[in-house]
């Protein structure tokens, strides 16, 4: 199995800066895509930023400029750094890698468990 496991979260004031990470672990033969999207009450989930095996990122509209993603390939670890927080940033964030395990020859998308971050105003 692969494990998705998220760090970071927490409560900060408008303005301020976290960053999360998340790890994969496990039967890992290609860590491909990777990403970090959010969800808070109501709402649907949706991308926050994205960033592929060679690099190439992708953000969400309302992040560009206040937000920056990027891996550690040798770590099968991906960041996000968030500075310029705003309460709308409010939420839970998810981590979601595009993996190729060791037991199929297929990809599969695996979750992290979500990491709460709270903007206070």
């Known amino acids: 199995q692969v494990q998705l496991v998220e760090a970071g979260g927490g409560l900060v004031q408008a303005g301020g800066s976290l960053r999360l990470s998340c790890a994969a672990s496990g039967s890992i033969l290609r860590l491909n895509d990777m990403g970090w999207y959010r969800q808070a009450p109501g709402n649907q989930r949706d991308l926050v930023a994205g960033i592929t095996s060679g690099g190439s990122t992708k953000y969400a509209d309302s992040v560009k400029g206040r937000f920056t993603i990027s891996r550690d390939n040798a770590k099968n670890t991906v960041y996000l750094q968030m500075n310029s927080l705003k309460p709308e940033d409010t939420a839970v964030y998810y981590c979601?890698?595009?993996?190729?395990?060791?037991?199929?020859?297929?990809?599969?998308?695996?979750w992290g468990q979500g990491t709460q971050v709270t903007v206070s105003s």
């Open positions: 979601s890698a595009r993996v190729i395990p060791h037991f199929l020859s297929g990809e599969l998308e695996y």
